[in-house]
């Protein structure tokens, strides 16, 4: 539990650490950075974009979940999550750059988050495993409307199509990964 916790701290850190870097010491714009859909040099936005955020606000509704998510994805899925983090940011992010609307910028970790929650509610569904349910419910229990919500395009500025192809990536991951450490299945006492 330790270890989880750690990497969950970790993951906030760093999201803070580059806001921080953003609009203390460089003065910068780093949302510029983020995903630009089919622009050439907006391909880099795909692994970036994820650590970019527009405002405090962004980044304090962003971290809250994010924590959660990486904790419970850490402790329960151990060997799993460096995996469906990588594979949720590159293909949430390649989808969003390949079929968002052109003239737009995507940022922040909310396509990761979402990622998340479609990993862990699917993963229960795709590995039939009680403990994997369980821990699905848990998350749909508290994250079941932002899922539903979150993904419907509502809120202009708002990258509904990160949150869409997100949790799209995430149950993706949950199919591909179902057979994977089945050992992590299984209640430790």
Known sequence: MKKS????????????????????????????????????????GIPLSPFLHGSWGHLISNSIPLFILTFVLAQFYKK?????????????????????????????????????????????????SAKSIIIGIIILLLYGGTLIFGVLPKQPGI?????????IAGIIAAYIYKDKYKADDKFKS
Do not use: C, M
């Not at 052109?102 to 970790?109: E, P």
């Not at 990258?159 to 949790?167: E, K, T």
């Open 159 to 167: 990258s509904w199509q990160g949150h869409l192809f997100g949790a």
């Open 80 to 128: 799993l999550w460096i995996q469906v983090t990588v594979f949720s940011v590159l293909v949430g992010g390649f989808a969003v750059w390949l079929l968002a609307q052109k003239n737009t910028v995507h940022i922040g970790a909310s396509g990761v988050i979402f990622s998340y929650i479609g990993f862990i509610v699917f993963s229960g569904v795709f590995r039939r």
């Open 5 to 44: 916790l750690i990497i969950a701290l970790w993951a906030i850190a760093i999201l803070w650490a580059v806001y921080i870097l953003n609009i203390i010491v460089f003065f910068a714009d780093f949302k510029a950075l983020g995903i630009r859909p089919r622009e050439g040099w907006g391909i880099i």
